[in-house]
């Protein structure tokens, strides 16, 4: 029983490289959220998909790419990392947009 | 922008006290709902309130959602260590699926 599984897990980046981060939901849900974590800032969403082949962007999506060509993946794209990327990233998915969300277990991305 | 405010950001207590956190707002949100998060790991939901004035409880914790549906309070009774965490409040805003999370309030229980 997976639920939402992210990779990798952990990741150096120098500035200016790009990277991919895949999460993958086997619950088939509909809606799924990429949030980046912050000392002091909670989450915040970064962009967020209400289905296959749709993307919407949430409070923080400069500098992020996300597709959602598959319902089970949502992938979220740093085309050109900056140290500012630095953080601990989520994905989480719902059942119809409703209000409990599973979350995967994090990567940690740092950018030198 | 951050919609969510919580208070106090950090909390550290002795086993056996009661302590409440707060998330307040100045929007009016259809849904609100708690999550705590350990170390290492994402978040995992504790409650959800829907209507205005609503109560809640699961064990020792007790979830109020205010009459405006613009905040809403965490209280618990006789804290435990294993109460430690990250308690998150979220929700979202009527006809959105964006779901908004608060500053977050870290929780010590010492033993």
């Known amino acids: 029983n997976a639920g939402v599984t992210q990779t990798p897990k952990f990741r150096v980046l120098k500035t200016g490289q790009s990277m991919t981060l895949l999460c993958a939901q086997d619950m088939n849900h509909e809606y799924m959220y990429w949030y980046r974590q912050d000392p002091g800032m909670g989450l915040r969403l970064i962009h967020y998909s209400v289905g296959e082949g749709t993307t919407a962007k949430g409070e923080v999506p400069d500098g992020y790419n996300v597709s959602r060509l598959k319902k089970q993946n949502f992938l979220l794209g740093l085309e050109s990392a900056a140290p500012s990327q630095t953080s601990v990233y989520f994905c989480?998915?719902?059942?119809?947009?409703?209000?409990?969300?599973?979350f995967g277990q994090g990567t940690r991305l740092t950018v030198v | 922008t951050q919609l969510l405010e919580q208070s106090p950001q950090f909390l550290s207590i002795q086993e056996g006290e009661n302590l409440t956190v707060y998330c307040n707002s100045s929007s009016v949100f259809s849904s609100l709902q708690w999550y705590r998060q350990e170390p290492g790991e994402g978040p995992v939901l504790l409650v959800t309130v829907v209507t205005g004035g609503e109560v809640k409880k699961l064990k020792r914790l007790t979830f109020q959602f205010g009459d405006a549906r613009k905040d809403s309070s965490l209280h618990i009774t006789a804290a435990q260590p294993g109460d430690t965490g990250l308690y998150l409040c979220?929700?979202?805003?009527?006809?959105?699926?964006?779901?908004?999370f608060g500053t977050g309030t870290r929780l010590k229980v010492l033993a």
């Open positions: 989480a998915s719902t059942p119809g947009g409703g209000p409990e969300a599973f």
């Open positions: 979220a929700g979202s805003t009527s006809g959105t699926y964006k779901y908004i």
